[in-house]
């Protein structure tokens, strides 16, 4: 999503389908259900242009700014106050249309927006006003759970929308690095590049996700969050310390065990690649040691190229019933030796 999204046709096409969708449902509603004196219909229209104005005010980001939030929550629940005094006090499908309709339109906005738990507020204080005002109930319960279930499964679609769009921008992303690492790979064929410029191309990789959410999201950093962001650190360490020792899938295996706990350390003491052999072994036996690891420590260190040991693997889990092991492989041959 582009920063000035608001110019996109995209946009022009949401704001159009909102109003066209509302318009529709309102002439449904009036002719079939409300009964509004003519005085009610200007507040009611303005509110229901005002709402939609607001949650889609063109802010230059997808970001809504915060300061409108209460605005648009106000703003909303009195849209909602308006047309439950234009209708029957009692519960139905053909009462509520129109309000949860309004709700769930702005609701989804807001969920889009990135505003996920302004919008369950909204969405859970409108429901209490439609349930307080209506106080002659004779429709079965299971109808008016029927009710408000709808609207709320509409809601939690959006959030999943919303996840698969998040998504799909990171995947994006992460082909974007690798075509400009595979082109910065092809340029190092043809003596262009650098190493610096290779070493930003990875960083750039690790990094990019995050340095985008800390300049677009205004939001407060999550715990999980903060630990992401502190993984990844480390994640880069390992890039710096332990350059020849590891590879896409050892630094993935690596993550995921900081993350449940265990404490890894990654050093090169060689300074070079590593052999073929060497490098299948080391992969297959990292991997498995990280991915069974739920705590402790694992050191994984290169030692020089005289050295008989290529790399060692440790694993000591920093209690008394659990024993250290290590893993030896041979220089060259990639043999491996466990004790």
Not at 16 to 33: R, S
Not at 64 to 72: G, I, K, Q, S
Not at 233 to 250: F, K, M, S
Not at 251 to 262: C, D, K, S
Request: net charge negative; hydrophobic share 50%; aromatic share 8%.
């Amino acid at each position: 999503m582009p920063d000035q999204y608001f110019v996109t046709p995209f946009f022009r096409l949401s704001l159009a389908a909102f109003f066209i969708v509302a318009g529709i449902e309102l002439l449904v509603w009036y002719n079939t259900v409300a009964t509004p004196t003519p005085g009610t219909w200007i507040p009611l229209l303005a509110y229901i242009f005002l709402s939609f104005i607001m949650v889609f005010f063109p802010s230059g980001s997808l970001n809504m700014p915060a300061m409108l939030v209460p605005a648009v929550i106000l703003v909303t629940l009195l849209n909602v106050q308006i047309m439950l005094g234009v209708v029957p006090h009692n519960l139905t499908p053909a009462t509520l249309a129109m309000p949860l309709t309004i709700v769930v339109m702005v609701c989804s906005v807001m969920i889009q927006r990135n505003h996920f738990v302004s919008a369950w507020v909204l969405f859970v204080i409108s429901t209490l006003l439609m349930l307080k005002w209506h106080l002659d109930i004779y429709t079965p319960r299971m109808t008016i759970l029927a009710i408000f279930l709808i609207p709320a499964a509409i809601l939690a679609a959006n959030h999943i929308f919303k996840r698969q769009i998040d998504q799909s921008l990171h995947k994006a992303r992460q082909s974007r690095v690798l075509l400009q690492n595979a082109e910065l790979g092809q340029e190092q064929e043809h003596g262009v590049s650098s190493v610096a410029a290779q070493r930003v191309a990875e960083v750039r990789s690790l990094t990019e996700d995050m340095l985008h959410r800390i300049a677009y999201n205004p939001s407060p950093v999550t715990r999980a969050e903060i630990d992401d962001f502190r993984f990844t650190e480390a994640q880069l360490r390992d890039t710096i310390r332990g350059r020849h020792v590891v590879n896409q899938e050892i630094l993935q295996a690596t993550f995921a065990a900081r993350h449940r706990g265990a404490k890894v350390d990654i050093l090169d003491e060689r300074g070079e690649p590593l052999p073929s052999a060497v490098v299948r072994s080391l992969t297959t036996c990292a991997v498995d040691l990280l991915d069974s690891a739920t705590g402790g420590t694992i050191t994984i260190r290169a030692f020089p190229k005289d050295d008989p040991i290529a790399v060692m693997l440790v694993h000591d889990g920093n209690c008394e019933e659990d024993e250290p092991s290590a893993i030896e492989i041979a220089q060259g041959t990639g043999a491996i030796e466990r004790f």
